[in-house]
């Protein structure tokens, strides 16, 4: 059974910092790995999407690893904001549909 | 339409009561998807659908839990006798297939049940 663990479950930093997100799964065997941001009361919005054949994708200021015969992913965030306050939560497909951590919690203070 | 859309976007009922949550895909998706999430945890699949079949109820937590796809499109999720336990966010996605498509999510039903 697949199972995600994302660490640390809630981070805060100061404004204008570089910072990572982790995400592990258990079974290697993905189609994609998707990382989605939640704001509070809010549903899902999609951040990136990497394939399993891919190593990163790249969106702005956000960048997504994926080393799937180690099972890991990180979400790297650039000159974080205020306004990337939000849960983060990283999903894996593979031939079950979407399993997901229970996210990390990020406050970036100003 | 531009995105999932789900309605309603609160609904409070009663102990015992049946409640229906609807779910408009991505128009052109054949996959559809409903997540349920509980407070401080990340979204636990229900259940999925290609078309107008159910290919995956493996996640539906009894047979309280029931879902429609009957046009391939628009989905309704039911559940019988509520029960407090059942409160939580309901989500639904839809992705144009199964495979590495990407997923879409709407922005949730928080369902109370009082």
């Known amino acids: 059974k697949q199972e995600v663990t994302q660490i640390p479950a809630a981070l805060s930093v100061p404004e204008g910092e570089n910072l990572v997100l982790n995400c592990s799964f258990t079974d290697s065997a993905i189609y994609n790995l998707q990382w989605f941001r939640q704001d509070p009361g809010k549903g899902l919005t999609s951040l990136l999407l990497?394939?399993?054949?891919?190593r990163e994708q790249t969106s702005g200021r956000l960048n997504a690893s994926l080393d799937k015969s180690s099972g890991r992913s990180t979400l790297y965030i650039a000159a974080s904001q205020p306004g990337d306050s939000a849960t983060y939560l990283c999903a894996v497909r593979g031939n079950t549909p979407l399993v997901f951590g229970k996210g990390t919690r990020l406050s970036v203070i100003a | 339409g531009a995105g999932v859309s789900q309605t309603p976007s609160n609904k409070v009922t009663e102990k015992g009561k049946y409640v229906e949550l609807r779910c408009d895909p991505i128009?052109?998706?054949?996959?559809l998807y409903w997540y349920r999430q509980s407070l401080g945890q990340g979204p636990e699949f229900l259940i999925y659908f290609q078309g107008t079949g159910a290919a995956d109820d493996s996640g539906l937590p009894n047979d309280r839990f029931f879902a429609v796809r009957p046009e391939g499109s628009v989905s309704t999720l039911k559940i019988q006798r509520t029960e407090r336990g059942d409160s939580a966010v309901y989500l639904c996605?839809?992705?144009?297939?199964?495979?590495?498509?990407?997923?879409?999510f709407g922005q949730g039903t928080r369902l109370t049940v009082v």
């Open positions: 996605a839809s992705s144009v297939n199964k495979g590495s498509a990407e997923a879409f």
């Open positions: 128009s052109g998706h054949t996959a």
């Open positions: 990497i394939q399993s054949s891919q």
